[in-house]
T-cell receptor
């Protein structure tokens, strides 16, 4: 079946450090890929998405590129802020149905 | 533009009871999906409703059932509650037509505690 694997957290960085959170997937067909962010006590917010190979999703300084050859969708940000502290989820869906989420990676950014 | 809303925010029940959670989709959306998020884990897909019918279902027992109303709002019902049903229940909405069928918007969730 379809699955998503993320790097284990927690990830702790200093403000302005470079961030990478790895995500790889297994899917039959060609999924759409997503990153969602969850702040404490809240639901999930869509951060970015990519729907086909080599697409780059970007939002709020975060980027991720859909790599079909490595089945990956790593999340990156050049300079993190304290306000980026949250849990990040990688997810996939095929044709808008039956979303599959990774286990989440907790990011803590220290001032 | 109203986003996805869920009620109640928190709920405490005892084992064996039944619970109903409610969701109103984002304005203009016609599809509602429900997820269970246990503490420290990613959301698990329960089912999806479109045109008042269950379209897809994840690996959850029949104790979990749902309904979608003509105004696209939805309910999640859980019967015979177990301690393991304690979780954050998330509702997400999307639009079936057009090019963004795969983009879901989530509500804040309902925190269910089963004692």
């Amino acid at each position: 079946g379809n699955s998503v694997t993320q790097m284990e957290g927690p990830v702790t960085l200093s403000e302005e450090a470079f961030l990478t959170i790895n995500c790889t997937y297994t899917a039959t067909g060609y999924p759409s890929l997503f990153w969602y962010v969850q702040y404490p006590g809240e639901g999930l917010q869509l951060l970015l998405k990519a729907t086909k190979a080599d697409d780059k999703g970007s939002n709020k300084g975060f980027e991720a590129t859909y790599r079909k050859e490595t089945t990956s969708f790593h999340l990156e940000k050049g300079s993190v802020q304290v306000s980026d502290s949250a849990v990040y989820f990688c997810a996939l869906t095929l044709y808008g149905q039956n979303f599959v989420f990774g286990p989440g990676t907790r990011l803590s950014v220290l001032p | 533009d109203a986003g996805v809303t869920q009620s109640p925010t928190h709920l405490i029940k005892t084992r064996g009871q039944q619970v109903t959670l409610r969701c109103s989709p984002k304005s203009g959306h016609d599809t509602v999906s429900w997820y269970q998020q246990a503490l420290g884990q990613g959301p698990q897909f329960i089912f999806q409703y479109y045109e008042e019918e269950e379209r897809q279902r994840g690996n959850f027992p029949d104790r979990f059932s749902g309904h979608q109303f003509p105004n696209y709002s939805s309910e999640l019902n859980v019967n015979a509650l177990l301690l393991g049903d304690s979780a954050l229940y998330l509702c997400a909405s999307s639009l079936a037509a057009g090019g963004n069928t795969d983009t879901q918007y989530f509500g804040p969730g309902t925190r269910l505690t089963v004692l």
